[in-house]
């Protein structure tokens, strides 16, 4: 019975995950998927109608992850894509990431892939999917990360797994007694990030964030002054502060001493954080579930100026559930989620145009 019950909480749980920063479920794979998505994606001039996540490699070409399609890649002439079709183990992207080698490495609903460069010009498989049943016992995933000591870590619905090059192996963080509340779960990772210092860290649903340095860990939550203990998103700004998105209490930021938090009583429109990005320039972007994406300027702040800026509907940016915000090398701005893939144009902003353009499988890439 106590087996039966974990299994309904979990498909509860899943169930319930659709709701929260426009997550939507596992995509049904049926037999016809071949001809399903050819279909599609010759009829749809988007890149797909749910970008999840944005990312350039080191040799300069564009990936973007997808809700149903497996993941989109521009390599500065046209639009490529990879899925189950391919040989590349998932439809739903979730994280995308280099390692050392520039190997291109997939968090999917199906498991791990990784991507070799190397084998397409010898002629060999390009794809190794690290399948969820073979090695991780079914659970889908939705973080991944390369650190700078080629580990590769993936956070999946149910645990974190490090990857030393050889074999994956569980990585337990170092959970405190049981939290109640409601869908609170151990092991449900949707951030891993490292810092400057080489600490890696790793949100959860429910218990906060933990820093990790090698050798021990410390856990940051409410009581340390975090504005919410389910954690969507670390990341490590250019002056050493870590922010923290959250799911029902807007945004953090930890100077490694205090917090200060930024919520819908003050500063933002929904408390629903899921991407917090730092652009070339030191401003931090940041979604809010139903509000676009706002703009922080630590400097407008420091002076007592208007230091946030709301980008939404209004702006050109038709995107309500923002999953992924990041700037390439050519210092094109990209926005994707619930609606597509668009691009900030700061020139038309300032001349008192539309500030967000869409980006279809046609451009403007420039």
């Not at 940016?317 to 144009?345: M, N, P, S």
């Amino acid at each position: 019975m106590a087996i039966l019950n974990s299994q309904i909480y979990i498909l509860l749980f899943s169930v319930v995950l659709i709701t929260f920063c426009g997550v939507k479920d596992k995509p049904n794979i049926s037999e016809n998927i071949a001809n399903e998505t050819e279909v599609a994606l010759k009829t749809n001039p988007k890149i797909a109608e749910y970008i999840r996540h944005i990312f350039q490699d080191k040799n300069g070409n564009l990936w973007f992850g997808t809700n149903d399609y497996g993941v989109a890649h521009y390599d500065g002439d046209s639009v490529s894509y990879f899925s189950n079709v391919q040989g590349f183990n998932g439809q739903q992207i979730t994280g995308i990431t280099e390692d050392l080698e520039k190997n291109i490495w997939f968090a999917t609903d199906q498991g791990v892939v990784k991507y070799d460069w190397s084998s397409k010009n010898d002629g060999g498989k390009q794809f190794t999917n690290y399948t969820d049943q073979q090695y991780f016992g079914g659970q889908r995933f939705w973080s991944i990360f390369a650190d700078s000591k080629s580990n590769i870590w993936a956070g999946s619905v149910a645990g974190i797994f490090r990857f030393d090059g050889i074999i994956w192996a569980p990585f337990e963080l170092p959970y405190p007694e049981e939290v109640t509340g409601q869908f609170i779960t151990k092991g449900t990772t949707w951030s891993i990030s490292e810092d400057r210092a080489g600490n890696m860290w790793f949100s959860t649903n429910g218990y906060g964030a933990f820093q990790y340095n090698g050798q021990s860990f410390t856990q940051y939550s409410k009581k340390d002054g975090l504005t919410d203990n389910s954690v969507e998103i670390i990341m490590e700004d250019s002056n050493g502060n870590i922010w923290f998105g959250t799911r029902h209490g807007g945004v953090s930021r930890f100077d490694g001493t205090t917090f200060i938090n930024y919520t819908a009583n003050d500063s933002i429109g929904n408390n629903e954080v899921c991407i917090i990005y730092e652009d070339k320039a030191g401003d931090i972007w940041f979604s809010s579930e139903g509000y676009g994406v706002y703009r922080y300027k630590l400097s407008a702040d420091q002076e007592g100026g208007s230091s946030f800026t709301n980008y939404s509907q209004k702006q050109g940016l038709d995107i309500k559930a923002v999953q992924t915000i990041f700037e390439d090398k050519e210092g094109r701005f990209w926005v994707g989620g619930g609606g597509g893939l668009y691009r900030y144009d700061q020139a038309a902003e300032q001349a008192g145009g539309t500030s967000f353009f869409n980006v279809t499988k046609n451009g403007p890439w420039n």
